[in-house]
Every structure is written in structure tokens, then in C-alpha cells.
């Protein structure tokens, strides 16, 4: 697998408050890297930078191998032909006064390509959001709430899908739901992802590469197994049993 996302010496943050400082990682087309660390040291910032809505101060983000940094939110989405980034943010910011339909096509992109993501396609990934279409966004659980920040994301047919804490205070059987549906998406489909979790076993399971930040800097940049199979280091780096 070639590398798809190329991160290096980046630096940024919010006006002139630096929250991230020299960044470095990769990844590869199809790999999902776990984004790890306590809280406030810069997970949400960083996957907000790599998307274009802070201040960056340094460094290169490069996506195959065209450079990004300087291109805005909507450029880094649309504007490559093969696929750019798809974000579901922490808050997930679905459109709660449309239906599960319109929500999707409301940000479809339109692709030459059987392979491309549609309506069709993201209700066979989450067959609860074919079964509530025609329910407006704020009638779904919160679980499905986060089902269609996820299928949204995809019809814009990114090639890295950033995700921003998706598991957060969802019921047992919604987790594993999703779980299964990130796997699919980046074994199977070809996706790239990079997830912030506050669980780190269950996020770990299916990635490939994990990335711990502490303080706003890399702490460590190790295989998702490796680290997986050391409980101390996990709970010396995140403070977790």
C-alpha cells in the first residue's frame, strides 16, 4: 500500500495559541490509525487542522501528492478528483430539520465511478437509516444521529474519513454496529481513517497504526497490535486499566 496521508512538522492552533507543535505521521491508502491521549492534548485539534478550520503556524500536509495545507475546508473535500477528506466532527452537526435523505443528498458528490458512494450504498452499510429515510434528523436516536454523520461523510466520497470521538456515549449494540461498519469502510472499501476514541481497546482492535499525543506533541507513533498487547504502556500513556 502506497501512503496516502504524509503529515510533517506540523504546528497550529487557534489564533496565535498553539495547541499541536511538530507533528509528524503517515498513512497508508486503507489503514486506520487510532488518534489517542488524555484529554486536552490536542486530539480534536489536530483532526480539525488536517480538515482546515485552524490556524496553522508550520508544516505540510500532503494528501497523495498534492499539498494542502493552504487550501480551505471545502477545497481539501472537493477539489481532488480522486477523493478528499470526509469529517464527522464530535458534534456530529447533522442537518436535524431534514429528513435522513435529504441529509445525505444535501452533500452528494456526484462520481463516474460504480465504486462511488450513494444513497443506496450507505443504507446498505446502515440499514437503520433506509428504515427512518423519510424521519427528520432530530427524531433519530443518538445512535443513528452518529450513523448518518458517518454515511454523510461518505457521499462526498473521500478517500481519508477523519472521525472525531463516533463511539462517545452510545449504547453497547450501536458500538458494535459501528465498529463493523468502520472495518468495512477501510478493509474492504479502501478508506483510509483516522479515529479519535476515548476507549482505546475497542479502537485499537480494528486499526492498523496508533498515534498517542501528549502535551500537544507525538508521544508515540507504534503499530495498533503492538500497543494493544501492552496494557502498562496504554495506562502510563493514557491513564487507563
Given amino acids: 500500500m502506497s501512503e496516502l496521508l504524509q503529515v510533517s512538522g506540523l504546528t497550529a492552533g487557534y489564533a496565535q495559541a498553539v495547541i499541536i507543535s511538530n507533528i509528524d505521521f503517515t498513512l497508508k491508502e486503507g489503514e486506520t490509525l487510532a488518534l489517542l491521549g488524555r484529554n486536552g492534548v490536542g486530539k480534536t485539534t489536530l483532526i480539525n487542522t488536517l480538515i482546515g478550520v485552524t490556524k496553522r503556524h508550520a508544516g505540510q500536509i500532503k494528501l497523495g501528492d498534492v499539498a494542502i495545507e493552504s487550501w480551505t475546508p471545502y477545497e ?9 477528506i470526509g469529517w464527522v466532527p464530535q458534534e456530529r452537526n447533522i442537518f436535524k430539520s431534514l429528513s435522513v435523505h435529504e441529509n445525505l443528498t444535501a452533500v452528494e458528490r456526484y462520481v463516474h465511478s460504480q465504486q462511488g458512494w450513494n444513497t443506496e450504498r450507505v443504507y446498505q ?3 437503520r437509516l433506509k428504515e427512518r429515510q423519510g424521519n427528520l434528523g ?5 445512535g443513528e444521529q452518529q450513523m448518518l454523520a458517518v454515511a454523510r461523510a461518505l457521499m462526498v466520497n473521500p478517500r481519508v474519513l477523519l472521525l472525531d470521538e463516533p463511539l462517545e456515549g452510545l449504547a453497547p449494540i450501536i458500538v458494535e454496529e459501528l465498529l463493523m461498519a468502520l472495518k468495512k469502510i477501510t478493509r474492504e472499501e479502501g478508506i483510509s481513517a483516522i479515529v479519535v476514541e476515548q476507549h482505546p481497546q475497542m479502537i485499537l482492535s480494528i486499526s492498523d497504526q496508533a498515534l498517542v499525543l501528549e502535551r500537544g506533541q507525538v508521544a508515540l507513533f507504534e503499530r495498533a497490535e503492538t500497543l494493544l498487547k501492552q496494557p502498562a504502556l496504554l ?3 493514557l491513564g487507563v486499566q
Avoid: A, C, D, N
Avoid at 481539501?76 to 478528499?84: A, I, N, P, Y
Avoid at 432530530?138 to 443518538?142: V, W
Fill in 76 to 84: 481539501r473535500v472537493r477539489k481532488l478528483s480522486q477523493g478528499g
Fill in 138 to 142: 432530530g427524531q433519530l436516536s443518538g
Fill in 235 to 237: 495506562e502510563h500513556l
Fill in 125 to 127: 452499510l446502515f440499514p
